[in-house]
């Protein structure tokens, strides 16, 4: 059974940056495609970005040019960084995995099987 774990949320004020983290155990990288997602109150979950088995990635347009997604396969992680912080980033994210779907950023949360328990960020002076 595939488990996964998100870390690194937490308070960062406007213009910050932040870090997170997710590990997909038992299973490869190379087999899985990973999505972040976010849903902040009220509103519907929403992709941020995705890294494919093979390491391509993509982007939704609120991402673009100041998230970076990255993986290590040594340490079976996959890492999203967000740059240039705003209030409305503020949302629960969520890492998924999906044995089956191909990394778009036009990728809805239906797409994906598994899921970790999100991380709180929150953006706030």
């Known amino acids: 059974q595939l488990h996964i774990v998100e870390s690194g949320g937490g308070l960062v004020q406007p213009g910050g940056s932040l870090g997170l983290s997710c590990i997909p155990s038992g299973v490869s990288l190379n087999s899985i495609t990973i999505g972040w997602f976010r849903q902040a109150p009220e509103k519907e979950r929403e992709g941020v970005a995705c890294?494919?088995?093979?390491?391509?990635?993509d982007y939704a347009n609120s991402a673009k040019g100041r998230s970076t997604i990255s993986r290590d396969g040594a340490k079976n992680t996959v890492y999203l960084q967000v740059n240039s912080l705003k209030p409305e980033d503020t949302a629960v994210y969520y890492c998924?995995?999906?044995?089956?779907?191909?990394?778009?950023?036009?990728?809805?949360?239906?797409?994906?099987?598994?899921w970790g328990q999100g991380t709180q960020v929150t953006v706030s002076s």
């Open positions: 890294i494919s088995r093979g390491a391509t990635t």
């Open positions: 998924a995995a999906s044995f089956f779907t191909s990394c778009r950023a036009s990728n809805r949360p239906d797409d994906y099987n598994y």
